[in-house]
Every structure is written in C-alpha cells, then in structure tokens.
C-alpha cells in the first residue's frame, strides 16, 4: 500500500540547544537560508507523500507561520520585482496538505505519535522525527523506507550504525540478516537509551520509521519507560515480536538539530555544497 500520511513530531522543548531555543522553536534554526522543518516537510514530499501534520506545542505557531502566506510579504516582493522569491516564498505554502495539532503535555515521542491517530485512520504512515535531517543520499531517507515497506509489508525502521560509546543516547537494536540486496536487515528486539549491559548491536533508528496504523493501540497501553516518557521504542518493539519489523539503512546523511554540534555540521554541509 502506498505510503501517503506523514507524522512529523516537534513539540519538544529543544533544552539542548538553549539560549538560541527559549524564544525560536529549535526546528525553525536555519540551515544555510531554510529552516530545518523544512527540509524535512520537502523529504517528505519528494518521497511521494501528500498529508502531513506537524506535532507541535505552546509557542511553536511560528512553525504554522512558516508554511502558511504571507500576503504583505508577498505583494512587497512582487512590487520590487522580485519574481523568483516570490515563486519560492508562496511555494512552501503550496509544499503539501499540512495540518497541525498540539501535544499539550510533554509525555514522550511515543505520545506525540498517539496525537496522530485520527489523522492516520487505517493507513500506514511514516514519522520523521522533528530533531532529524537528512542530506543527500540516492534517494530521500523516507523514500527509501515507504519502498522498503512496500517490500515487506511490515513496518519499517531507519537505521545507522552509531559508535558504540553514543549508543546510550539512542536506542540499540537486535538484527538478523536477510540476505537483501538493499542490506535491509531483519529487527527482533530493541531497547531506548541501553545502559551498556543491555547493548544489542550499535545498530539504532535514526528519527525515520514506517508504521501501520496498529502502532496506536500498543502505544495506548504503552507505560511510561526512559525519562519517565512514552517511548515510540517501546511500542515498535512490541510490533516488531508480534507482526514484524525491518530495518531499512538509509543512504543519507542524518543531522541532528537538537544538538549545537549536528546543527553547525549540517550548515558547513548545506554551505558548502
């Protein structure tokens, strides 16, 4: 089934990139001349997906700004004969059908997911996880997920090797091959934020995962696990013991822009290139 809802969870509070956070929401840092929200909403749009909401929270209505009009704005540009930003600045409104709801507690990934559930109905969807951009790659990250799920038809996670000393900010995973020739791998089990004897493999998903809509009834009795949060991880493991899982290793580069150092590695990368 053809993916064509995406999640897009950003209603975190960005405490690891403050002061530039208090009064900006952290996904509307730029990178280069572009938000970092938007990079993610045009990798979902070129992966072929038309419906997306935007998790958001109290003061992130800047982020709905973004991707609304602006008609002042726009007849200035106009007026000054400024045709091609123009063309640019109205097309970010006409990007995709962008709905927006808000995580009014801050109970966890897992619970901005749940927010979802009457947006997704009884379709497979895709998360790209709001702290996360990917350049570059043979095809956008998400792209490569949907195809993968289309595969399988079991839900898939975006995977990367992490060094083994980082392993415990992220999540580790247990995996069996496959024999792909796409190096998908087989995932059985996963744990969030491992201390080291619980370490499976430096195998972790990296902010993009494909999900059916079976997710939402694992994530409402799903209890609060690391950080005293509702961990997504928690309930794709439950998916992954009962219907199945794979992990898709995604050709891009990921950035994370919840840290100081991913946000200045993706501006070099995007001013450079």
């Known amino acids: 089934m053809k993916i064509r809802k995406a999640v897009i969870p950003a209603a975190g509070l960005g405490t690891r ?4 956070s208090k009064a900006m929401p952290k996904e ?53 004969g400024k045709q091609r930003t123009y063309d640019e600045i109205v097309g970010i409104s006409k990007l995709a059908n962008i709905s927006y709801i808000r995580q009014k507690e801050t109970k966890g990934l897992g619970h901005a997911v749940l927010c979802a559930k009457a947006f997704v109905g009884d379709e497979p969807f895709a998360v790209l996880y709001g702290d996360d951009v990917v350049i570059g790659g043979e095809e956008p990250a998400v792209k490569e997920l949907c195809e993968a799920y289309e595969k399988y038809n ?47 493999s430096n195998y972790s998903i990296l902010g993009r995962v494909v999900l059916p809509p079976q997710i939402f009834p694992i ?7 690391a950080n005293g949060e509702i ?43």
């Open 28 to 80: 509307m840092l730029p990178i280069v001349d572009k938000p970092a929200i938007q990079y993610i909403v045009e990798e979902a749009v070129a992966s072929g997906i038309t419906d997306i909401l935007i998790i958001t929270s109290r003061g992130k209505t800047t982020v709905e700004d973004h991707f609304d009009r602006a008609p002042e704005l726009e007849a200035k540009l106009l007026a000054s």
């Open 154 to 200: 079991l839900s898939v996670a975006g995977i990367k090797k992490v060094e083994i000393d980082q392993i415990s900010k992220y999540c580790s995973l247990k995996v069996e091959d496959m024999n792909d020739e796409q190096g998908i791998l087989k995932v059985t089990d996963m744990v969030e934020k491992p201390m080291p004897h619980q370490v499976m």
């Open 231 to 273: 961990q997504l991880t928690d309930a794709m493991k439950v998916l992954a013991q009962t219907e199945g899982m794979v992990g898709r290793q995604f050709s891009g580069d990921r950035y994370d822009m919840g840290n100081k150092f991913g946000i200045l590695q993706a501006i070099v990368r995007v001013a450079l290139e």
């Open 219 to 225: 994530l409402e009795k799903t209890a609060p696990g």
């Open 17 to 20: 990139v403050l002061p530039a």
